[in-house]
């Protein structure tokens, strides 16, 4: 099956600065790569996700990239503030919503964002 | 998009006790759900998936089982729960046509 690796698995920045969490994934068929976001006690909320046949995405100031080539995508967020802090998922999968697209999560990553 | 609901929220049991947590989906029809156990630390763990009305597929032999007695209603139970089955328990829906959402987690302790 599949599998992804996330680091760092902490991160501290000073408000204001970026921030770039990496995940690598194993199988080539993978095509979806969401980028989850998780508060202390709360559910994983999708903050970005992107496809397989586009390179880069961006909204606001999250962007994910992807390396097919590599096998590797990162999350960026630029201008962080303290309310980013969280702890942030990325996953991989063949098809979105089909029936064998179960997602394969890395292990995540604890943002602090420092005022 | 669908609106994954769970509850309870937060659960104290003894061990030994039964177990019934609830997860039901509004927004979409015939999704994928799926149970996540989030334990010590922040990995999520998939205990077990369903793609359809009685079809539950395990990913991990464990103390727990699950059912889905409707389209949209996803049921994770145990017979006589451990001290290991602590934890943040989390359901998750997926449509054809849409991405995985996840509900609010149910955060069960065993003492």
């Known amino acids: 099956g599949e599998n992804v690796e996330q680091h760092p698995s902490t991160l501290s920045v000073q408000e204001g600065d970026s921030a770039v969490i990496k995940c690598t994934y194993s199988?080539?068929?993978?095509?979806?790569f969401p980028w989850y976001k998780q508060e202390l006690g709360k559910g994983p909320q999708l903050i970005i996700d992107?496809?397989?046949?586009?390179g880069e995405k961006k909204d606001q100031r999250i962007a994910v990239t992807l390396n097919k080539t590599a096998k590797h995508f990162s999350l960026h967020i630029t201008e962080t503030q303290p309310e980013d802090s969280a702890v942030y998922f990325c996953?991989?999968?063949?098809?979105?919503?089909?029936?064998?697209?179960?997602?394969?999560f890395g292990r995540g990553t604890q943002l602090t964002v420092w005022p | 998009s669908q609106t994954i609901h769970q509850w309870p929220a937060t659960l104290v049991q003894p061990v030994g006790s039964p177990l019934s947590l609830e997860c039901t989906v509004e927004?979409?029809?015939?999704?994928?759900l799926y149970w996540y156990r989030q334990a010590a630390g922040r990995g999520l763990q998939l205990l077990f998936y369903?793609?359809?009305?009685?079809?539950i597929s395990s990913e991990v032999p464990q103390n727990l089982s699950a059912s889905r007695p409707q389209d949209r209603q996803f049921i994770l139970s145990s017979k006589k729960l451990l001290l290991s089955d602590s934890g943040f328990y989390l359901c998750?829906?997926?449509?054809?046509?849409?991405?995985?959402?996840f509900g609010p987690g149910t955060r069960l302790t065993v003492l």
């Open positions: 996953a991989a999968s063949r098809d979105r919503g089909s029936t064998l697209g179960r997602l394969y």
């Open positions: 199988d080539s068929a993978s095509n979806y």
């Open positions: 992107i496809r397989s046949n586009v």
């Open positions: 927004g979409t029809s015939n999704p994928n």
């Open positions: 369903s793609v359809g009305i009685g079809q």
């Open positions: 998750a829906g997926a449509s054809l046509t849409d991405t995985q959402y």
